[in-house]
T-cell receptor
């Protein structure tokens, strides 16, 4: 079945450094979603990308959807301690109702 | 705001017990999902339901069953709990059946320990 791979598994940065997590699918996706899970919390929806090559920004976060709709990235500029958590991508194919989640990237930011 | 609630935040059961995990959503969502989350393995889909009394197996349905008798409630059942089912269980719901805007709203999770 559809697989969504996410790298890196962990990332430790100093506050102020940039951070990027990458998501790759074995099949073409109809859309991709990103979620953030704070330590001890539950995943919370951040954004959805639908169009090929789409780029969206939320303050210091930049989300991209690849031209082939098989990969995506989340880039955080100048990380802050509030960015700590696990970031998941989730792909949705044209069939079915379920999302396929990547394993997540756990971000640790030290002051 | 969408609210997804789960019956317990923490649960401790013994091997062989029957365990019920309940999930309720208050936004009339059609789709509901059960995941388990384990370190290094991310979110793995156990079962989902796209309508009342309908259910579909996810990636890891073995050892689990589900029930959806009412639209707002989705139950996960462990017929005979085993220690390898110790995990965090997350319920989620979403609105559309096949639409692109398929945001999932998660409950707070139930941390189940099977002794």
């Amino acid at each position: 079945g559809q697989q969504v791979m996410q790298i890196p598994q962990y990332q430790h940065v100093q506050e102020g450094e940039d951070f990027t997590t990458y998501c790759n699918s074995s099949t073409t996706l109809s859309n991709i979603q990103w979620y953030k899970q704070r330590p001890g919390g539950h995943p919370v929806f951040l954004i959805q990308l639908v169009k090929s090559g789409e780029v969206k920004k939320q303050k210091r976060l930049t989300f991209q959807f690849g031209e082939a709709k098989k990969n995506s990235s989340l880039h955080i500029t100048a990380t802050q301690t509030t960015d700590v958590g696990t970031y998941f991508c989730a792909g949705h194919s044209n069939s079915g109702y379920a999302l396929n989640f990547g394993k997540g990237t756990s971000l640790l930011v030290t002051p | 705001d969408v609210k997804v609630t789960q019956s317990s935040r923490y649960l401790v059961k013994r091997t062989g017990e029957k365990v019920f995990l309940e999930c309720v959503q208050d936004m009339d969502h059609e789709n509901m999902f059960w995941y388990r989350q384990d370190p290094g393995l991310g979110l793995r889909l156990i079962y989902f339901s796209y309508d009342v009394k309908m259910k579909e197996k996810g990636d890891i349905p073995e050892g689990y069953s589900v029930s959806r008798e009412k639209k707002e409630r989705f139950s996960l059942i462990l017929e005979s709990a085993s220690t390898n089912q110790t995990s965090m269980y997350l319920c989620a719901s979403s609105f559309s059946r096949t639409g692109l805007v398929d945001t999932q709203y998660f409950g707070p999770g139930t941390r189940l320990t099977v002794l």
